[in-house]
């Protein structure tokens, strides 16, 4: 099992910034990857970042490329997200995910953290 807890969430006005962390334990020599997801009310989840656990792979949602940067810190075991320039648009609440190699190297993400809020007023 792989546990997950993100920290960093809050209020931030339009424009702003704020950094997300996403601090892992348990067997987390299985992960391949982390994917940061949100999820705002109404609306479908949807995965807005993604970095493979070498650090050697990104991958962005379009709508966040430019403003937003996932990173590692594999002593830390711990991943970030990085956003800037904050719009109304991105309130959600953020959750990550650790994806592990299933069948056919196919990426399963089972293991969630509790989500933190993201509010952006504009």
């Known amino acids: 099992q792989v546990q997950l807890v993100e920290s960093g969430g809050g209020l931030v006005q339009a424009g702003g910034s704020l950094r997300l962390s996403c601090a892992a334990s348990?067997?987390?020599?299985?992960?391949?990857?982390i994917r940061w997801f949100r999820q705002a009310p109404g609306k479908e989840r949807e995965a807005v970042a993604t970095?493979?656990?070498?650090?050697?792979?990104?991958d962005y949602a379009d709508s966040v490329k430019g403003r937003f940067t996932i990173s590692r810190d594999r002593a830390k075991n711990t991943a970030y997200l990085q956003m800037n320039s904050l719009k109304a648009e991105d309130t959600a609440i953020y959750y990550c995910?650790?994806?592990?190699?299933?069948?056919?190297?196919?990426?399963?993400?089972?293991?969630w953290g509790q989500g933190t809020q993201v509010t952006v007023s504009s």
């Open positions: 348990g067997r987390t020599s299985s992960v391949y990857s």
């Open positions: 970095i493979t656990w070498g650090g050697d792979s990104t």
């Open positions: 995910a650790a994806g592990s190699l299933g069948a056919w190297s196919s990426i399963r993400y089972d293991y």
